[in-house]
């Protein structure tokens, strides 16, 4: 069954975040469009399948998308084309549902009461139950999202109250979520219980934005509000703003990794800087583990700020070891071992004058598979490095994700199938160190209100039961 499974070539060591989404309620229609496109550019890496807008025009809830990147997808007569009030954005990286163009979002649903489009950050653990459910009442399916199973769900319960109808389906469904949501009048955002994916609340002069990093406020020219809490239901209309907060306790469970890799080192989220966090672990991995090197690199990107943190704790030169072409677009292939090899060294190079002759340390954010950490080693020490030391500012990846993350079954995951010995002779390198647990919690500033399901198989909430 694992034969056809897709993998990018570079960053098959990664977690892949699966999605993000925007919002806009602007009394300003004619740039409506132009702001979903700097959002969703903005958050071109949470995604880079799909990608789409719908739009309130006056009369009617329009959309555009399709496969590829925001440019390729948002272009300049699309842009000009859809002018309006509300709209909603989204990028996409597949988990649920098979990456197809059906399967792009939003997802613009036409029922009894109206129309809405729904966008969608996250995984719910028990969509398949409520697809076959509503399958077995008579409801087909246009997707293989379960995207489409809640925008069913919305159009089953409204009786004419839209907001309503969404509690209720807030109450059954399970998982991670962070839903932009638009009808002809209003801008919804919906954030689960947990907190587990983000979703922030800007302002602009002329109305209100929603988006999954505050990066993308900034490019949409909105000042930063803040967060939308955990459970919480925000409705944005010509009144202003409403919020409804949810009535069911759930501790707060955010996603660990968008501070160690998914979000923009520029983003705040939860009111956590993710460069500062990336920062302070890559000093406190200094300190857990010091090498006496003459140079320290970063895998880039993510792994750049905890490596500028490592070697300033240590006084150690910090260089571009490494460096990536920054107009390789991500490139799906066939596992196939040769053509794994060559798309790493087409999107990373080693800087030879910088390393050989050297004792280097690389440092990155994680290690998945650990495929490409294994030939970035060996082209480094090809390059001539006398030593090559690999640090990773976050503990080993040991279970799989079930809320929005692409990861592997467990067997594919080097964390849970190899003790740090086997991995450091797995990848040929002279030492290898990953951040302990404790030490990336402190990085945060905070003690507590993090999923760590990843890291340490604690699920926040009954997950499914296979690993394989």
Aim: glycine share 8%; proline share 3%; hydrophobic share 40%.
């Amino acid at each position: 069954m694992y034969e056809n499974m897709s993998i990018d070539i570079l960053d098959d060591d990664k977690l892949h975040e699966e999605c993000g989404v925007i919002g806009v309620f602007s009394e300003n229609k004619n740039i409506t469009s132009q702001l979903i496109y700097y959002g969703l550019f903005a958050l071109q890496h949470r995604g880079q399948e799909s990608a789409g807008m719908a739009i309130h025009t006056g009369e009617r809830i329009d959309y555009h998308k399709d496969m590829g990147l925001v440019s390729d997808v948002l272009t300049k007569d699309v842009i000009q084309k859809f002018n309006g009030d509300i709209a909603i954005g989204h990028v996409r990286y597949a988990t649920t549902g098979e990456s197809a163009k059906e399967n792009a979002q939003p997802l613009v649903v036409r029922y009894k009461k109206g129309t809405l489009a729904l966008a969608h950050n996250g995984n719910l653990v028990n969509a398949d139950s409520m697809r076959d459910i509503l399958e077995d009442s008579g409801v087909i399916f246009q997707t293989t999202t379960d995207t489409e199973v809640v925008a069913n769900m919305i159009a089953r319960h409204s009786t004419g109250d839209l907001l309503k109808s969404i509690k209720n389906v807030v109450e059954i469904i399970k998982g991670a979520y962070a839903f932009v949501i638009m009808t002809e009048k209003e801008l919804i955002g919906v954030r689960d219980n947990f907190g587990l994916r983000p979703l922030c609340l800007g302002k602009r002069e002329d109305g209100y934005v929603l988006a999954s990093e505050s990066c993308a406020i900034s490019a949409m020219g909105a000042e930063f509000v803040r967060d939308i809490e955990p459970g919480e239901i925000v409705i944005i209309n010509g009144n202003g703003i409403e919020s409804i907060k949810s009535s069911k306790y759930a501790q707060k469970k955010s996603c660990i990794f968008e501070y160690v890799y998914f979000a923009r080192p520029d983003s705040d989220i939860d009111g956590i800087n993710v460069y500062k966090t990336r920062y302070e672990s890559g000093k406190l991995l200094a300190k857990e583990s010091p090498v006496k090197a003459d140079l320290v690199f970063s895998v880039p990107d993510s792994g750049t700020p905890a490596a500028i943190g490592y070697a300033e704790e240590l006084g150690i030169p910090f260089g571009l070891g490494l460096i990536k072409n920054r107009y390789a677009k991500r490139t799906f292939i066939e596992p196939t071992q040769d053509l794994r090899e060559q798309g790493v060294k087409t999107k990373l190079s080693v800087l030879k004058e910088l390393v050989k002759d050297k004792i280097v340390v690389m440092v990155d954010d994680s290690i998945v598979r650990g495929t490409t950490t294994k030939q970035i080693v060996s082209m480094v020490k090809e390059a001539g490095a006398k030593e090559v030391h690999v640090r990773i500012a976050s503990p080993p990846v040991t279970h799989s994700c079930f809320f929005g993350i692409n990861t592997p079954y467990r067997s594919f995951l080097i964390g849970a199938t190899k003790t740090i010995d086997e991995i450091r002779e797995y990848i040929n390198a002279d030492s290898v160190y990953y951040l302990s647990l404790q030490g990336l919690i402190k990085s945060t500033g905070h003690e507590q209100g993090f999923c760590l399901a990843c890291l340490n198989g604690d699920y926040p909430m009954e997950v499914p039961n296979f690993d394989i």
